[in-house]
């Protein structure tokens, strides 16, 4: 059987990464045709030598020549927008779209039409642009399966399962709480990106750890749990559940909890992003103790505004939520690289929900518009504090 | 639509009382054509002018006049053996077979023959006579839902799942431990019927509490889980589990555990079983906080001996288990009779489990046979003590 061709887009982050361990144990499955990283030249050239995928494209055009020094033949180079979007119309018949924000966006939309499958572990992009990408992704009937590690619980519940939708009650999210849990909100103003960035279970990249703090996160899983299956709001719970080991959960109106639990390792949801419908073995996760002890609880609304916020703004079905993930992205940026306090992300995504005008957004170009005027106006919002 | 007819075996336990619950709910689904009881003759005349039967039978025949007495028309009455085969040859859409110990498996394999689905409560015809039931069953397309609250959620887990066979690394069952499961050993001779009644989860029958609390029960859920769904031994992994929350696991060979959740509840596992495919709402659990603390981890086979006699008979796949399950039946209700103490349970199972002959079970004669054998050899060890 020939093997499958496979595109990674961010194969230098962390999701990237865990992709290509899975695949170096399965060369004789998958076929890298092209590897894509941001700015990380020298993982990059040796994830090159490693793999010898036919492409190699590098986001930041100012690295370019850095690469082609170390990267002399067997590869096309690529580089820059253009590079990228030549990169995201390659064929291919599985897709690992890992760059993370909503740099995202333009590479998913021009890759659906060249892809069957594309296993997606960028969640903005969804948050922002739901209807574009799966109508899209129906006409050219490309599959779209989520990676990020709830979503795909769900989706292994939902697909393992023969759940008629009126039988479902409540599909469940479950949220550790983020590193910042214990700490009381009047000292949040106080924490430090290292704080921030040390998450009790999972080991993520740095946007998504300081969003899980946030909660922000989890307001975004919601949207995905909406956009990808179809589940009516009303019906999505968010629990806290400190362990992270139940990633979703499935009642039934008979009262019946069906719980998708393994370890928080991104191996096992990409793993069957990759090979679904097949399991493959998976004997080496984070964790292989055989005593656990969890539990679960409703989460505090009032602890976590921002993801209040998100949920309500989800609702709108407008460019709400394009706003709210470009000022979290603006904002959360900030806070790491020192400029503002951790608290100034909430009172930034607040802000911006009081001011922004709400529209409807009639195609893509809405999409990018909006993106942008939220980037502007945060950073004023930002600057000015 | 024509209502189901539906007949109780054992309507006046535990279980069968929890159907009649139900049904009495769901009027317009079932029409109860015959309810039989053992001994219990003013709840079983109750429960005759509740639903009016066609027929009802009592199992103990010295009683039938003042059921007779009791029931003057309406219902014809049966009495006795020859009442209960009677009533077993009747047509149903469903039986539910509640009846408790061995005495369930005459009826049983009779009503096999009578009827399209059979939700069976009862777990000792399963440990004994596996082989007989399934094979008539297959014979006369006759379809067995387990009731039985650990099977059920694997029957969920299984029937709601598209898990391929090959896919399956392990099933897990959880116990809760029983009554005394923070009674040292040396303090186990001194307790009192009362106190092994006293269930920290379970309201159910006498005898699967006092099983419970030896695990002699959880051994014979893993000779149902295996017969039921042709799960090797090997395959199935036994978790202490206190909260009987969690009913059963999965795991996949991808390191996924699938769980089936709910309060410890038999109204959830009855409905499934008389309902199914359905799921009917049910809002009135035993359980309805949503804050749970839960914990597993493996259970002790030092602890519990007997679990692991029982898992060793269980391989052997002759008269094994028809010995084990006879004399605990004996010897538990010596214990519940006051004559012996809780320790003495043990003491005869290790005792006949050595003295026995292992047979061939060749047909179902050999069981009574061995059935008949142990009870007798039981009373004897228990007698000369």
Redesign the interface.
């Known amino acids: 059987m020939a093997r499958k061709k496979i595109l990674i887009f961010g194969s230098t982050g962390s999701v990237g990464k865990n992709a290509l361990r899975l695949i170096k144990e399965k060369r004789d499955v998958f076929e890298v045709i092209g590897l894509c990283g941001n700015r990380n030249v020298n993982f990059l050239a040796s994830q090159v030598k490693e793999f010898r995928p036919k492409y190699v494209c590098l986001r930041d055009e100012a690295l370019a020549d850095r690469l082609r020094k170390k990267i002399k033949r067997g590869s096309k180079i690529l580089a820059g927008d253009k590079g990228l979007d030549e990169f995201s119309r390659l064929d291919s018949d599985i897709s690992l779209m890992a760059i993370s924000g909503i740099d995202c966006l333009r590479p998913l939309l021009t890759n659906i039409a060249h892809s069957r499958r594309i296993a997606l572990a960028n969640k903005e992009a969804v948050v922002a642009a739901a209807k574009f990408i799966f109508r899209k992704a129906k006409k050219y009937k490309t599959e779209i399966i989520p990676v990020d590690s709830e979503i795909n619980?769900i989706f292994?519940?939902f697909?393992?399962?023969?759940?008629?939708n009126g039988?479902i009650e409540k599909v469940y999210l479950t949220a550790s709480g983020g590193s910042l849990f214990s700490c009381r909100r009047e000292a949040l103003g106080g924490v430090t990106a290292a704080q921030v960035l040390n998450h009790p279970t999972w080991d993520m990249g740095k946007r998504i750890t300081v969003d899980s703090a946030t909660l922000v996160n989890k307001g975004f899983e919601a949207v995905e749990a909406h956009e990808y299956f179809n589940i009516e709001y009303k019906k999505i719970g968010i629990l806290l559940h400190r362990q992270s080991l139940i990633h979703a959960?499935v009642k039934?109106?008979?009262?019946?909890?069906?719980?998708?639990?393994?370890?928080p390792d991104m191996k096992?949801p990409l793993?069957?992003s990759l090979f679904y419908p097949e399991?493959?073995?998976?004997?080496s996760?984070k964790d292989k103790k055989?005593?656990?002890?969890?539990?679960?609880?409703?989460i505090s609304y009032r602890k976590f505004p921002l993801l209040e916020i998100i949920l309500e703004a989800a609702k709108r079905k407008d460019n709400s939520l394009v706003i709210l993930n470009a000022a979290d992205e603006v904002a959360v940026d900030y806070f790491l690289s020192g400029k503002i306090k951790f608290t100034y992300i909430e009172k930034a995504l607040k802000k911006i929900f009081k001011v922004y005008r709400p529209s409807e957004l009639k195609n893509i170009k809405d999409v990018y518009y909006w993106d942008n005027w939220a980037r502007i106006e945060t950073k004023k919002i930002l600057e000015k504090k």
Do not use: H, V, W
């Open positions: 619980a292994q519940l697909n393992s399962a023969n759940f008629k039988d959960m039934t109106k008979d009262q019946a909890c069906f719980s998708c639990i393994y370890p096992k793993a069957y399991r493959i073995s998976l004997g996760l055989e005593t656990f002890d969890f539990s679960y609880s409703p």
